[in-house]
């Protein structure tokens, strides 16, 4: 699993991205380690019921530099990558919430921006139902700073739904007010994501806007679901295949309502966050929740530029 992978940026010191000339040697290591999977072997797998020998390699969350960078380095070594795309940025012209906490935190300190948001919140915003289950279940596999690790848990996870774009507002107009000059270059374009497409990638969804669906009732589940994979056909045509990965990842991050939904909309198969091997019993049993490694897991996956407490490629 991957995120950003992109050459350091020093508008944005404390960014947490994969460089990516890191990327180049880690994907030699894979090839040396392991060698890769190839699209037909994998799906292969899902009639087979046995996995396929090799490495898999996903991207989330539809980002510019997995065009610039990552699908012209998969070319140029007769590679494949799958990518999910929400699908709200194209729709409203926003960046998701998701990523403007990534923003932030990648251009001030963490400190300073939970500051900010402390003064502006209280706990009526808070989203109580799950409040004990995510404070215990997220982010256990990162290192981050604590005042990082509340700022992503506030964000991501305490704040309801409703309040939270109002808090993002209030955090963006006074850190970054050039929000819309960076849209510009932050997603794929949906010529970029055809072009992927019919260059051996394999496109699939990531909801609409990220939530956490866990959070979401069963409607507001199928209507993520449903709609993401419209929005992704009406620009690549029928897919060959659909695929779905789940964002922030985790078991805490979906639910059983969710597994269902993607099986009913006929989705060959979802990617968990889950470090471990793909087995027979996930091919056979449970498609919808396959388990993926992060790539900081590895060799060459690391950031940096970053000190080791910030030693984390990716964000969720």
Known sequence: MYHYVRPFNPKYPNFKNLHIDDFRKQLDYFQDEYGFCCKEEFLNSFKTGKPADGVILTFDDGL????????KELKKRDLSGIFYIPTQPYVDSKILDVHRTHLLLGKYESKTVFEFLDKRIDDSLFDQSKLKEFRVLTYKTQENDQYTLLVKRI???FISYEHREKVMNYLMEEFIPNEKEILE????TEDQILEMH????????HTINHPVMSRLNFEEQSIQVKNSFDFLESIIGKFHHKTFCYPYGGFHSFTDETE???SKE???YSFNVEQRDIENIDLQSRPQALPRYDCNQFPFGQVRELSPTHNIANWG
């Not at 270059?185 to 794929?188: I, T």
């Not at 019919?198 to 969804?205: A, K, L, Q």
């Open 64 to 71: 510019f530099c997995h065009y610039e960078y990552v699908y």
């Open 155 to 157: 964000l991501n996870y």
């Open 185 to 188: 270059s932050y997603y794929l």
């Open 198 to 205: 019919e260059n051996n990638m394999i496109i699939g969804s």
């Open 260 to 262: 269902k939904i993607l």
């Open 266 to 268: 006929n989705c060959l």
